[in-house]
């Protein structure tokens, strides 16, 4: 007759019990971040329109979307040539916790302009992956999809992240765990001599800092 090994079986079962909770708690961690706050000093609040502004001279007005060269080329992200002009509105919406409408730091976002429409695109945020551009460099554009966090939308999901005393984009999706994600900062590329400033993606540059309006 075979004896039961009663620590055999104990210590896989203990160790997928300790496993099961360090993943609940990181998940819960970041649930539990510290919230995002707009320039009132209130929480930035999922569906709720702002605007985002960036901090200090000299990167322009709130950010909208570029006018785009043709019909099939990307739409790209900006800031406004005028210093003065708020931009175009946009809403936050969480990947985790739909019932909690706040938005916390460091947790993946979906980004959307709800103040503007655009002819065969979505106005949700992206990163813009050109493999034909010997730069590799990756834009933040438009034509993102909303929700349905995985591997399929991984270029969809941004980050809210503290930078000295405002606040800094970020891309480095947790949705997909083996998606090999270039993880890095959202600064301002200028084209060519003073020509457009545009948002992309890069692990050594000095990010945008901004701050949230609420209009």
Same mark, same amino acid.
């Given at each position: 007759?075979?004896?039961?090994?009663?620590?055999?079986?104990?210590?896989?079962? %203990? %160790?997928?019990?300790?496993?099961?909770? &360090?993943?609940?708690?990181?998940v819960?961690?970041?649930?539990d971040?510290?919230?995002? @706050?707009?320039?009132a000093?209130?929480?930035v609040?999922? !569906?709720?329109?702002?605007?985002? @502004?960036?901090?200090? !001279?000299?990167?322009? !007005?709130?950010l909208?979307?570029?006018?785009?060269?043709?019909?099939?080329?990307?739409?790209? +992200?900006?800031?406004?040539?005028?210093?003065?002009?708020l #931009?175009?509105?946009?809403?936050?919406?969480?990947?985790?916790?739909? $019932?909690?409408?706040?938005?916390? *730091?460091?947790?993946?976002?979906?980004?959307k302009? =709800?103040? +503007?429409?655009?002819y065969?695109?979505? =106005?949700?945020?992206?990163?813009?992956?050109?493999?034909?551009?010997? &730069?590799?460099?990756l834009?933040?554009?438009?034509?993102g +999809?909303e929700?349905?966090?995985?591997?399929? =939308?991984?270029?969809?999901?941004? $980050?809210?992240?503290?930078?000295?005393?405002?606040? $800094?984009?970020?891309?480095?999706?947790?949705v997909c765990?083996?998606?090999?994600? *270039?993880c890095?900062?959202?600064? +301002? @590329? =200028?084209?060519?001599?003073g #020509?457009? /400033? %545009? @948002?992309?993606?890069?692990?050594?540059?000095?990010?945008l $800092?901004? /701050?949230?309006?609420?209009?």
């Amino acid at each position: 007759m075979e004896v039961f090994n009663v620590r055999q079986f104990m210590v896989p079962f %203990l %160790l997928l019990v300790a496993l099961s909770a &360090t993943s609940f708690f990181l998940v819960n961690a970041q649930g539990d971040s510290e919230p995002v @706050l707009d320039d009132a000093g209130n929480p930035v609040l999922r !569906g709720v329109n702002y605007v985002i @502004l960036p901090v200090g !001279g000299g990167n322009g !007005g709130g950010l909208r979307v570029t006018s785009a060269w043709n019909e099939t080329s990307p739409r790209y +992200i900006g800031p406004n040539a005028d210093e003065s002009a708020l #931009g175009s509105s946009v809403q936050f919406s969480p990947a985790v916790d739909p $019932k909690d409408n706040t938005i916390k *730091i460091s947790t993946d976002i979906n980004v959307k302009f =709800t103040s +503007i429409s655009l002819y065969k695109s979505s =106005t949700v945020w992206r990163v813009y992956r050109n493999v034909d551009q010997q &730069t590799k460099t990756l834009f933040v554009t438009v034509g993102g +999809i909303e929700g349905n966090p995985g591997r399929e =939308t991984f270029d969809n999901w941004f $980050k809210i992240d503290k930078y000295e005393d405002a606040y $800094k984009f970020s891309y480095c999706p947790a949705v997909c765990s083996n998606c090999g994600n *270039i993880c890095g900062d959202v600064g +301002i @590329l =200028t084209e060519g001599d003073g #020509g457009r /400033k %545009l @948002l992309f993606i890069s692990g050594g540059i000095h990010p945008l $800092k901004v /701050k949230f309006h609420k209009v």
